[in-house]
């Protein structure tokens, strides 16, 4: 992913900062103590980063869409742990499905519709079993 100057929702600047600026001292119950991310100055929109790396996750998010992004993560991962799968073979099916590449298809980069989609795909194949 490319690393964020610019906020895609005011236009603001974006910043690294470290994790604790934003979580405070519950950075240390996420794991994210010695962690970065990137946050609008303007807007407090922002991305985290892999971990023990200044590279994001994903693209610059607002609450809402942060929001739905973990709704999403949690029906994805939720999914794939159910049927056995690893990781990795959940995101090929993903990619399939979405007809996306492997390397397009993390919900980190996603959108609001994309993120209900994803969602719908879940629910329906854990009623489809």
């Given at each position: 992913?490319?690393?964020?100057?610019?906020?895609?929702?005011?236009?603001?600047?974006?910043?690294?900062?470290p994790a604790e600026s934003v979580y405070g001292s519950s950075a240390k119950r996420l794991g994210m103590q010695d962690e970065?991310?990137?946050?609008?100055?303007n807007c407090n929109a922002r991305v985290g980063c892999h971990k023990?790396?200044?590279c994001p996750l994903g693209n610059v998010a607002n609450e809402v869409l942060r929001l739905k992004r973990?709704?999403?993560?949690?029906?994805?991962?939720?999914?794939?742990?159910?049927?056995?799968?690893?990781?990795?073979?959940?995101?090929?099916?993903?990619a399939r499905k979405m007809a996306l590449s492997v390397q397009s298809a993390h919900i980190g980069g996603f959108e609001m519709d994309q993120c209900q989609k994803v969602i719908d795909l879940c629910r329906n194949e854990k009623e489809a079993a």
């Open positions: 992913m490319k690393v964020p100057t610019i906020c895609r929702y005011c236009g603001g600047v974006i910043r690294l900062v970065n991310l990137y946050q609008c100055q023990g790396t200044n973990i709704e999403t993560h949690q029906a994805f991962d939720s999914y794939w742990k159910r049927r056995h799968m690893s990781r990795t073979a959940a995101y090929k099916w993903l």
